[in-house]
């Protein structure tokens, strides 16, 4: 099976000479279809840098990026824009919306940008809306929305149109505990559905939702937990 | 673990025998603290000697076989369920934590590399992490029908939360002693002051 994202051997470094900071040393890293990997470390872990890579908003200093097989490197910034509108999702923690246009015109507008017509582009929109269940909330405006419903629509967006790389940075920072959950449980069913997911996060609990956490500390990685299930905590009568 | 006042609480809603209690007691905690059924008739057999419950007649007098004897609560049964309704749990003695107890070692003990101690539970708990969430995601915990459903969902919150507690102690532990110098070869070294001048990037 091949990677959805493919960090080899990934170097980031910023500034140069006594300024010198090593971002990412050589990080190897991967996401597959259908699996939600998760990123942990602590703030200057480098794992914020990791996703900017993924996403192309930024490019390493030696090593390289692909997604879907293509590398991010070899294209053009226009190249790279083009495939962050057409196969990359990104959903931050401060949601990112548009707050000039409703909720159904801030999901349609990559698609709009990619050239699709307005009318279907709007048609795809609503019904990304009505997958995050919020297909009632379309026409409304970001500040007419609660937290959750904006983050709701903002993974409306990173869905649209069959995008198999989802990125999300602290998704649930900005919201209480069970709404966070809803969106944790949103981006890991767009995972169950196939797409491959990438959470950076520094809560274990919001981790914990992923198929593997992987540890960034000083730019390196180092550790991963698997998922092999403890039989201890199953529930009686629970089948597996 | 208060079995006692758990089965006492569960035998407010009617009468019941010991199969049927501790399967009562799973569908709300799931196998979080298991129970075998030798201890709930034990448990059963102290409370009707100290008069908090007593054996339940059927529709015709007669109390069952063995394995089918049913228990009711009865009013200073009742009087003990409410009042550990009403107190909190005591924190005053705190439970033994062995994590705590190990890490305070593996600080004064020489040869020990905290870093890796540290970096294994980590890994340790966040995978039980993973377990208690696909239990979240999946099952009746996820889809809540009946109240007891709930109730299992909620432990299983409580296990969540507890295990998080012990990841960002864990951390804190990490970044505490790495500031002090204790940590050594926990991972390759950066100098702090590139460390740092990253964070103020952000």
């Known amino acids: ?240 | 673990m208060s079995v006692r006042q758990a089965l006492l609480a569960l035998l407010e809603q009617g009468p019941m025998y010991g199969y049927q209690l501790r399967s009562e007691f799973e569908q709300r905690t799931g196998a979080t603290w298991p129970l075998n059924v030798g201890q709930v008739y034990t448990t059963l057999s102290r409370l009707e000697r100290d008069g908090l419950v007593e054996k339940a007649g059927g529709a015709d007098g007669s109390t069952g076989d063995d394995a089918h004897v049913m228990y009711k609560v009865t009013d200073p049964g009742r009087a003990e369920v409410s009042e550990w309704f009403t107190m909190p749990v005591p924190r005053t003695q705190p439970p033994r934590d062995e994590l705590a107890i190990k890490l305070a070692l593996a600080v004064t003990v020489s040869g020990v590399d905290v870093g890796a101690v540290i970096q294994q539970q980590r890994s340790a708990t966040i995978s039980a992490l993973q377990d208690y969430t696909r239990l979240k995601r999946s099952g009746r915990a996820a889809t809540p029908e009946a109240v007891e459903d709930l109730a299992w969902s909620l432990v299983l919150d409580s296990l969540v939360f507890g295990a998080e507690a012990e990841v960002r102690w864990l951390d804190h532990c990490e970044a505490r002693l790495r500031r002090a110098g204790e940590l050594r070869s926990a991972t390759r070294r950066v100098p702090a002051a590139a460390a740092d001048d990253e964070e103020a990037r952000r």
């Open chain 1, 1 to 240: 099976m091949s990677a959805v994202l493919q960090l080899s051997d990934v170097t980031r470094i910023h500034g140069a000479g006594a300024t010198e900071v090593h971002a990412l040393r050589s990080v190897t890293f991967a996401a597959y279809a259908g699996e939600l990997v998760a990123v942990m470390g602590p703030s200057g872990s480098g794992k914020s840098t990791l996703l900017t890579l993924a996403g192309g908003l930024d490019q390493p200093t030696d090593g390289s990026v692909a997604v879907e097989g293509t590398d991010l490197g070899a294209l053009g910034s226009k190249g790279r824009a083009r495939l962050r509108r057409t196969s990359i999702g990104y959903v931050f923690q401060d949601f990112n919306l548009i707050p000039a246009l409703t909720a159904a015109e801030n999901v349609a507008l990559p698609r709009e940008l990619d050239g699709e017509r307005s009318r279907n582009a709007g048609r795809l929109a609503r019904a990304a809306l009505e997958e995050v269940g919020i297909g009632d909330l379309a026409d409304r405006f970001p500040d007419e929305m609660s937290g959750g419903q904006q983050q709701r629509v903002a993974i409306a967006r990173a869905v649209v149109g069959e995008r198999r790389l989802i990125l999300a940075d602290e998704p649930t920072g900005a919201l209480d505990t069970e709404t966070g959950e809803e969106i944790l449980r949103l981006i890991r069913a767009r995972c169950d559905a196939g797409a491959a997911g990438v959470l950076v996060t520094h809560e274990a609990r919001h981790a914990a939702w992923a198929d593997r956490v992987v540890f960034l500390r000083d730019g390196v990685v180092v550790d991963e937990t698997g998922s092999t299930p403890v039989d201890a905590l199953l529930e009686p009568g629970l089948a597996r």
